[in-house]
């Protein structure tokens, strides 16, 4: 079953607003990442969140990680056209093989 | 140049029929896998490989088989494909562990008919 679980499943805003996606996860880890996937396209990857970190920035990204909640969010400040994509959390457990699990993403809409 | 590219970028085959669909990297990586990604789902992994010598079953890899030429190649392949292998294939690479950031290729765009 999938480790990740986004939320929602989509999302529409207007461009200029604050788009915030949440993951949640099953079991303990020792990263989460997130990634961008324009349509049809393969998976960028945008920040990465130890498990011993609780807030991360990049540009217009914020990543929280409360690992008491075994939960994630992505902040996208000020939103662009440019940032309409889908966006997947991904996680790496502490336990097994090493490998990333991937949930089913948001369907983020920036409206002009 | 892209780092990671995919061959073929779209195909279209019949069913029973064998596909390999090719994936190689010029980043260096020793780390390769093959995810598929179906409409409205997230990835899900196929195969991965640490080296050339080591290849481990992904979640879903009853149906497929992979190669790893060398460290830059990692090939999957179709033995004899059926519908519901219609799909957005894409290879990745990493550095070091598993868990570190993953490099994706464009993908490959299967339909089995």
């Known amino acids: 079953s999938q480790q990740g679980e986004e939320d929602p499943q989509a999302l529409s805003i207007q461009e200029g607003e604050n788009a915030t996606m949440n993951c949640s996860y099953k079991?303990?880890?020792?990263?989460l990442q997130w990634y961008r996937q324009n349509s049809g396209r393969g998976l960028v990857h945008l920040i990465l969140i130890r498990s011993n970190e609780r807030e991360k920035h990049s540009g217009r990204l914020r990543v929280t990680l409360d690992t008491s909640k075994k939960s994630s969010s992505l902040l996208i400040t000020a939103s662009r056209a440019a940032d309409t994509a889908s966006y997947f959390c991904a996680t790496a457990s502490i336990q097994g093989a090493q490998k990333l699990v991937f949930g089913q993403g948001t369907r983020l809409t920036i409206n002009p | 140049d892209a780092d990671v590219t995919q061959t073929p970028r779209n195909r279209i085959t019949k069913t029973g029929k064998r596909i390999m669909l090719e994936c190689s990297q010029t980043k260096g990586h020793d780390r390769m896998y093959w995810y598929r990604q179906d409409p409205g789902l997230g990835l899900r992994l196929i195969y991965y490989s640490f080296d050339v010598k080591d290849i481990n079953k992904g979640e879903i890899s009853d149906g497929y088989s992979v190669s790893r030429q060398a460290q830059a190649k990692f090939s999957l392949s179709l033995e004899s494909a059926i519908p519901n292998q219609t799909a957005l294939y894409f290879c990745?690479?990493?550095?070091?562990?598993?868990?570190?950031?993953?490099?994706f290729g464009p993908g490959t765009r299967l339909t089995v008919l």
């Open positions: 990745a690479t990493s550095e070091g562990f598993s868990y570190n950031e993953q490099f």
């Open positions: 079991t303990s880890i020792n990263n």
